[in-house]
């Protein structure tokens, strides 16, 4: 019950001469790509996209070395590697060979574009250059990346996944607007990622999804309906910052079908008559990254770890058709990953990223999800 699909904000509608890094590193850069977007409705009624732009060297390899972006003590450096330590066959990132562990660094730096749009999602009305959010702490030094965005209380809760050799951890931002933000610092520390506040209090505690990752995950039986892996848990909190994980598991990857043999949250979820409305990711393995597809559940309004449904045809697939006119630019196929929803009245605005490319918009009718 797909109403509209559309790529909403590209690379191409990107200003780099604005760019927090702009004429600050001794390099020529571009947008590789503009995509992630939290979404949220703002006190005057239009949407806020917070678009994740990453800004990659356009000559990363040069004299034999790959460099990278770093933000250092409120500035920007370019780090450089020699050609044959590393593995570059990845556009968005090189792999450090016999580094003991698995060690990489990103061919991009990716900062937050606050981008407003028309209530009804179809116009952007204004790009928010000065309130851009870029790196501010040592965390956050090789970027941050895929927020996602909560009203709770008359206050807005922004997770971001920061990316540094500090760890990759989860930074909360708050806002009394939406637009001017103020970072609360790391509430979830090394590789848990994909962290959604629920738009909404559960007995007074917030609650959040999580996504924990490791290297080393447990069998589940044979005759098991779960399939080991990374999964979507629950964490609770009494003001937001301090965390505590949920004793019971969230949703899991199911043993029938390898379309979630990987799975990540994907919009904050919002209360519905039937329950806490989750959409997710699940990839499928193929090729280099896999094909990424949105699913939904329905969970429980007081025990969100009971969940009431799950759909296990795809919500949302890839859509090449929106990438055509931006065929140039791909570096990526087979993936829709859904970072924002909000509440369109008979309707959900539900904010993706296209590709690791764009921002895709897509109206889906409320009775998809009867």
Not at 314 to 332: F, H, R
Request: hydrophobic share 40%; aromatic share 10%; proline share 7%.
């Amino acid at each position: 019950m797909i109403r509209h699909d559309a790529l909403i904000f590209t690379p191409q509608d990107v200003d780099l001469a604005r760019s927090p890094l702009a004429g600050r590193i001794d390099a020529e850069t571009y947008v590789l790509g503009a995509f992630n977007p939290g979404l949220t409705r703002l006190a005057n009624g239009n949407l806020l996209l917070m678009v994740r732009v990453a800004e990659a060297l356009k000559q990363p390899i040069r004299d034999q070395h790959i460099h990278a972006i770093r933000w250092r003590d409120g500035d920007y450096v370019l780090d450089r590697w020699p050609i044959g330590q590393v593995d570059p066959s990845d556009p968005r990132k090189f792999m450090m060979r016999q580094a003991g562990w698995r060690v990489m660094a990103l061919t991009s730096l990716s900062w937050l574009l606050p981008v407003e749009l028309s209530p009804d999602g179809h116009r952007v009305e204004a790009v928010h250059y000065a309130r851009a959010l870029a790196p501010g702490a040592a965390y956050e030094c090789y970027g941050i990346e895929d927020a996602r965005i909560s009203k709770i209380g008359g206050r807005w809760y922004m997770t971001v996944c920061a990316v540094s050799p500090e760890r990759h951890c989860t930074v909360l931002y708050t806002s009394d607007d939406a637009l001017d933000w103020r970072r609360e610092g790391v509430i979830l520390d090394h590789q848990n990622k994909d962290m959604l506040f629920f738009e909404g209090l559960i007995e007074g505690r917030y609650w959040a999804q999580t996504r924990p990752l490791g290297d080393l995950y447990f069998a589940y039986p044979p005759d098991s309906e779960w399939r080991a892996g990374p999964a979507i848990q629950l964490a609770s909190s009494p003001d937001a910052l301090h965390w505590k994980p949920c004793d019971h598991p969230g949703l899991r990857p199911h043993a029938a079908t390898l379309a979630t043999a990987r799975m990540g949250g994907g919009a904050p979820p919002l209360l519905t008559d039937g329950g806490w409305l989750s959409l997710w990711h699940g990839v499928e393995p193929a090729g280099v990254v896999g094909i990424y597809r949105t699913y939904w559940s329905l969970l429980d309004p007081a025990e969100p770890w009971r969940v009431r449904r799950t759909e296990h045809r795809a919500l949302l697939e890839p859509n090449p058709a929106l990438t055509e006119p931006l065929k140039d630019l791909m570096y990526l196929n087979d993936i829709v990953f859904t970072t924002g929803m909000v509440d369109g009245g008979d309707h959900y605005l539900v904010a993706s990223g296209e590709a690791d490319l764009a921002c895709r918009m897509t109206w889906i009718d409320k009775r998809a999800f009867g």
